[in-house]
């Protein structure tokens, strides 16, 4: 048996690409509690609205440009 420097390249390549494609194939899955999810989502929609209710002026406190006389 006669083993040539081609062929042991040849083996090597193949067996790097094997070792990057196989992890390649690997799915992580990663669930996220449906309660925590919906919590942080409820508070974020909070914090907007407040932000849009904190930019309208309050119309008691408004003091008219041109009051009438």
Not at 57 to 63: D, F, L, R
């Amino acid at each position: 048996m006669k083993f040539s420097l081609e062929s042991s390249l040849k083996n090597g390549l193949a067996v790097i690409a094997l070792a990057l494609v196989l992890p390649a194939c690997v799915t992580i899955n990663i669930y996220f509690p449906a309660a925590a999810a919906e919590k942080a989502a409820d508070k974020l929609i909070d914090d907007i609205w407040q932000l849009k209710n904190s930019e309208k002026p309050n119309p008691a406190e408004t003091v008219p440009v041109n009051p009438a006389k």
